[in-house]
Every structure is written in structure tokens, then in C-alpha cells.
């Protein structure tokens, strides 16, 4: 699996919308070898984050509970985390 893709499963709150497409594009990026979207792969790539990230939702719908939490946040979570002082 790839680094970058955590686990979204058993996320409390549930994973949003936005973190999913986060992980469908780092899934199509990683698969297609694509790192920098151009006209001529723009459309194809968009396409295939919708089918992914449609996927992946209904995926995470379906799927029972997770008995413990995932062991890491999501980046986007990461990011608006509030720091930490000491």
C-alpha cells in the first residue's frame, strides 16, 4: 500500500469527503505514476479520483466497526491539529 495513504476507517468523526479525495488522488498519483497533472491527463485523472473516491465511501459505509481507532490521523486532520506547546 502506499505511504501516503492512511487509514480511514474507524476515524472519529468519520472520515469527510475531503479526506477521501485526498486519499483517491494519492491512490490515482501512485498507480498512474502521474506527480504533475497536464491537459493532456487532466481529464482522465479527475475521472478516475471520482470513481476512486466514490469507491472508497461506499466502501467505509459498508464495512462493520473497527474494534481500536487507526493508529494515525489523516493529513488534513494532522494539519488542524492545534500545537502543542511544552
Sequence with gaps: ???NITTLRGLE???TEKEIEAAARQYVRK???VQKVS???EAAFERA?????GATAD???ELPPRRQPPRTQPPL???QAPARTA
Excluded at 479520483?49 to 473516491?53: G, N, Y
Design 59 to 61: 466502501l467505509l459505509t
Design 31 to 33: 498507480v498512474s505514476g
Design 1 to 3: 500500500m502506499c505511504r
Design 49 to 53: 479520483i471520482r470513481i476512486v473516491a
Design 39 to 41: 491537459e493532456q491527463t
Design 13 to 15: 468523526p468519520p472520515a
Design 77 to 79: 486532520r494532522r494539519l
